[in-house]
């Protein structure tokens, strides 16, 4: 017997059909749960304003241990780099129920103190810097 949909009787394809939107329901079904019917956005704030909030939280000089409880009290989530020293503050539940996702990075010094911030992601970008006349004519 073949399982090509269309070679089926239209009782069985109807069968089939339903089967799969069913599958798929659940599925989403099962995500939705998970996730509590919240999602993550951008934060509403550029890297400087983000890293002003991170910083009112955890100042300079807080010891780490220090700094990761604040942020955590405050609703703030992360994970360190595979370097001890750099924490990535990833997501912000804030009050009102909203999550947002950020983009600072904790720095900490060889003391374990926070230092500085710097932006978790790099801007990327594609453009190039020479002049693409000055290019073709080296070519």
Known sequence: MSNNVESMPASKR???????????????????ACTGFQHVVPAPLVFEEQSQKILEIAPVGTQKEQAIKQLNAAGISGEFSS????????????????????????????????YKTRPAQADV??????DPTTEAERQ
């Open 14 to 32: 109807w069968f089939r059909c339903r089967g799969v939107s069913t599958i798929c329901m659940l599925s989403t079904l099962a995500l939705v």
């Open 125 to 130: 970008s594609w453009e190039s810097t020479a």
């Open 83 to 114: 370097s001890p020293s750099i924490y990535y503050c990833d997501l912000w539940k804030r009050e009102d129920g909203n999550r947002w996702h950020l983009n600072v990075a904790l720095l900490f010094n060889e003391t374990g103190a926070v």
